[in-house]
């Protein structure tokens, strides 16, 4: 199973980004510190994995510590063993929606050409909410994963664009 595996790190001075090579890694803890080893001093850190075109996971440390992790699909745990690592531990239902919030189309438009807020075949895992407070609800991520015909890679892009790291990213793919 090919991965891409994305590390975006925010001190003083702003956002950056690097690869990160999974390959060896033997639980949730080593992935967390090999993020961490991308800057130890980072306010916050973010590693995007994003699996064969289907899945995406959104790890989060902030100061190096408390570790989150977001899931678009419990699936993955079953289709890799990279996949069981990062989620195979997780819950089998998001977090960070209330218990009275179901998930619902985004926008406005007409009834027929709105997407479910997620995908009937998926199962997202972890917490939801993670980007809350940098600007992507946990109900926008969930719609973002669940929208027919985007690939994980169009979710990291949206979510960078919102945080404002998308060239450092998209400079990642292009090497």
């Known amino acids: 199973m090919s991965y891409f595996a994305a590390a975006v790190v925010r001190d003083d001075s702003g956002w950056t980004a690097a690869e990160?090579?999974?390959?060896?890694?033997?639980?949730i803890e080593d992935v967390a510190d090999r993020l961490r080893d991308v800057d130890q001093d980072a306010d916050l850190s973010l590693l995007f994995v994003e699996a064969d075109d289907a899945?995406?996971?959104?790890?989060?440390?902030?100061?190096?510590?408390?570790?989150?992790?977001?899931?678009?699909?419990?699936?993955?745990?079953?289709?890799?063993?990279?996949?069981?690592?990062?989620?195979?531990?997780?819950?089998?239902?998001?977090?960070?929606?209330?218990?009275?919030?179901e998930p619902r189309p985004s926008g406005g438009g007409d009834e027929d050409t709105e997407q479910p807020a997620v995908d009937p075949e998926a199962d997202?895992?972890?917490?939801?909410?993670?980007?809350?407070?940098?600007?992507?609800?946990?109900?926008?991520?969930?719609?973002?994963?669940?929208?027919?015909?985007?690939?994980?890679?169009?979710?990291?892009?949206?979510v960078c664009q919102v945080l404002g790291c998308a060239d450092?990213?998209?400079?990642?793919?292009?090497v």
Not at 20 to 27: E, P, S
Not at 64 to 81: I, K, M, N, Q
Not at 135 to 152: D, F, H, R, V
Not at 168 to 174: A, G, T
Request: aromatic share 4%.
């Open 55 to 101: 899945y995406l996971v959104i790890m989060r440390l902030d100061e190096g510590e408390d570790l989150r992790v977001f899931g678009s699909d419990s699936a993955y745990a079953e289709e890799s063993r990279l996949g069981a690592l990062l989620v195979g531990d997780l819950k089998t239902s998001v977090t960070g929606l209330d218990d009275t919030e």
């Open 124 to 158: 997202p895992v972890g917490e939801a909410d993670l980007l809350a407070d940098l600007g992507i609800s946990a109900q926008k991520l969930l719609n973002l994963c669940a929208q027919e015909g985007t690939m994980p890679a169009d979710v990291t892009a949206e």
């Open 20 to 27: 990160v090579n999974l390959r060896g890694t033997t639980d």
């Open 168 to 174: 450092e990213v998209e400079e990642l793919r292009e």
